[in-house]
């Protein structure tokens, strides 16, 4: 399963610091993200990219996760040849990120899942 599956993202970027959100469809899925997108498991997902740090930070009332990214934009976005290495690029691809597979109790529990609640 995709981390798409079960959350959705919002991102920013400032200097050569990529921000990234990452909030559940469903609260009830919060402790499932918690326990699966580590910031080892997001360093490691864009290995080659990030050459800083990468730190998580918990927010459970909000059922999100935040990542902050450091030395993951090619020396910033106005130093960068890279094409969109901006925050917004780096959150769509965090979405691919490969998570075990997750019951869902009902076809329609995710809003943007595209295939009625069942996986691909």
């Known amino acids: 399963m995709k981390l798409r599956d079960i959350a959705h ?10 921000n990234i959100s990452v ?6 899925d919060y402790p499932f993200l918690a326990e699966h997108v580590t910031a080892a498991r997001v360093a490691a ?12 930070y918990e927010l459970p009332a909000l059922g999100a996760l ?8 090619g020396g910033g976005v106005t130093r960068s040849l890279a094409l969109d ?6 959150s ?3 979405l691919d990120l490969e998570l075990p ?12 899942n595209q295939n009625g609640g069942e996986r691909p």
């Open 101 to 112: 597979d997750l019951e869902l109790p009902a076809p329609d529990r995710h809003p943007n």
């Open 23 to 28: 909030i559940a469809f469903d609260e009830a």
């Open 85 to 90: 290495a901006h925050g917004k690029g780096m």
């Open 45 to 56: 997902h864009f290995d080659g990219i990030v050459t800083g740090t990468v730190t998580r």
């Open 66 to 73: 935040n990542f902050v990214l450091t030395g993951a934009l």
């Open 92 to 94: 769509s691809a965090l």
């Open 9 to 18: 993202s919002r991102s920013g970027d400032k200097g050569n610091i990529s």
